[in-house]
């Protein structure tokens, strides 16, 4: 995603140590001197800085929420439809009629199309490893999660709304399943059909969260910078609390 998001913990090591080097510096230097009160502001400018990262990375949280629960609509869509379809095909499809066999082509055709929700993972995978702290590794991670970003992003809904669960052919064939006493089974694959088009609902929207989440990855960085900054600037700190102790 950036070098800032796939080094992170490299990043704050980093930090500490060269805000080590530096408090060791101004050990060097007498009470009072300029240096310590250049330190002091340090402190004091990088910990605001860090209360707005704050306020941004609960903003960020509260978009990555949004995408989360729109994960589980999907999945819960998932399952409704998994059970619509499964219940349709046992009860009329072993032997199909004439009638039937439109009906029960389409059931099987959406069944296959919903393979597509093997890549609802990702997005909540993703979201997690992409916050900060949450995923720090000094080695490797980076082309995995790169990986899973690139995929995430290419995933296609244009792909997902060209399967429709209701058309001409199945049009037909409710009908005449109404016109010979059938009504029930017409009513029944009216419900599945309508169980694949709330999952595909869901799944677009789910793909729009994304999108906008991906959109505001800056407030991760600010994010990350932040805390490099503080642990840049808190060795100055303790060691001026350690130095007036001793």
Same mark, same amino acid.
């Given at each position: 995603?950036?070098?800032?998001?796939?080094?992170?913990?490299?990043?704050?090591?980093?930090?500490?140590?060269?805000?080590?080097?530096?408090?060791?510096?101004?050990?060097?230097?007498?009470?009072?001197?300029?240096?310590?009160?250049?330190?002091?502001?340090?402190?004091?400018?990088?910990?605001?800085?860090?209360?707005?990262?704050?306020?941004?990375?609960?903003?960020?949280?509260?978009?990555?929420?949004?995408?989360?629960?729109?994960?589980?609509?999907?999945?819960?869509?998932?399952?409704?439809?998994?059970?619509?379809?499964?219940?349709?095909?046992?009860?009329?499809?072993?032997?199909?009629?004439?009638?039937?066999?439109?009906?029960?082509?389409?059931? +099987? /055709? $959406?069944?296959?199309? =919903?393979?597509?929700?093997?890549?609802?993972? *990702?997005? #909540?995978?993703?979201?997690?490893? %992409? @916050?900060?702290?949450?995923?720090?590794?000094?080695?490797?991670?980076?082309?995995?999660?790169?990986?899973?970003?690139?995929?995430?992003?290419?995933?296609?809904?244009?792909?997902?709304?060209?399967?429709?669960?209701?058309?001409?052919?199945?049009?037909?064939?409710?009908?005449?399943?109404?016109?010979?006493?059938?009504?029930?089974?017409?009513?029944?694959?009216?419900?599945?059909?309508?169980?694949?088009?709330?999952?595909?609902?869901?799944?677009?929207?789910?793909?729009?969260?994304? +999108? /906008? $989440?991906?959109?505001? =990855?800056?407030?991760?960085?600010?994010?990350? *910078?932040? #805390?490099?900054?503080?642990?840049? %600037? @808190?060795?100055?700190?303790?060691?001026?609390?350690?130095?007036?102790?001793?």
């Amino acid at each position: 995603m950036s070098f800032l998001l796939d080094n992170q913990l490299l990043i704050i090591l980093g930090a500490v140590a060269a805000g080590t080097l530096g408090w060791l510096f101004i050990l060097t230097k007498p009470a009072g001197h300029r240096a310590w009160r250049v330190a002091d502001f340090i402190w004091v400018i990088l910990g605001g800085f860090g209360a707005v990262a704050a306020v941004m990375a609960g903003l960020y949280r509260a978009d990555t929420a949004r995408v989360e629960r729109q994960i589980d609509l999907a999945y819960a869509a998932s399952r409704a439809f998994d059970r619509d379809a499964a219940r349709f095909r046992l009860a009329w499809c072993a032997a199909p009629d004439a009638l039937l066999l439109p009906l029960c082509d389409k059931a +099987d /055709y $959406l069944s296959a199309s =919903t393979a597509l929700n093997r890549d609802l993972p *990702l997005f #909540l995978d993703i979201t997690h490893m %992409a @916050a900060p702290l949450q995923r720090l590794t000094l080695f490797g991670g980076a082309e995995e999660m790169a990986g899973m970003t690139e995929e995430a992003d290419a995933f296609d809904t244009q792909e997902i709304l060209a399967f429709t669960a209701r058309d001409e052919a199945t049009g037909a064939a409710i009908e005449a399943l109404r016109a010979n006493g059938r009504a029930p089974v017409a009513a029944e694959f009216q419900v599945l059909a309508m169980s694949y088009e709330e999952l595909i609902s869901d799944v677009v929207a789910l793909k729009e969260e994304w +999108d /906008y $989440l991906r959109s505001r =990855t800056i407030f991760l960085k600010i994010q990350v *910078l932040a #805390l490099a900054l503080i642990a840049f %600037a @808190a060795p100055f700190r303790v060691g001026k609390s350690l130095s007036e102790i001793v």
